[in-house]
């Protein structure tokens, strides 16, 4: 296994993090292994893209009805005069 050294962590940080450790019951070693595999599977996870995502964002503002989509029209360029 692969070893990993991280200098100048700021006190604060050491100490939350060896909290969170025994919070779990666990080694601030191993604490930290968790936090990274946990960061690099979020990374893997699909994104939606900025459609879904704002749909997300917005979807219980109390909108009743859906938005049509526009389609078919043609795209003109910006004039700037």
Known sequence: ???????????????????????????????????LRDALRQDDAPAGGLGSDMAAMFAKTGLAVDIRELRGHAVKPAKFD
């Open 1 to 35: 296994m692969a070893q990993l050294i991280v200098r100048n962590l700021e006190e604060q940080v050491k100490v939350r993090l060896h909290r969170r450790a025994r919070r779990h019951g666990r080694s601030m070693e191993e604490e930290v292994r968790d936090i």
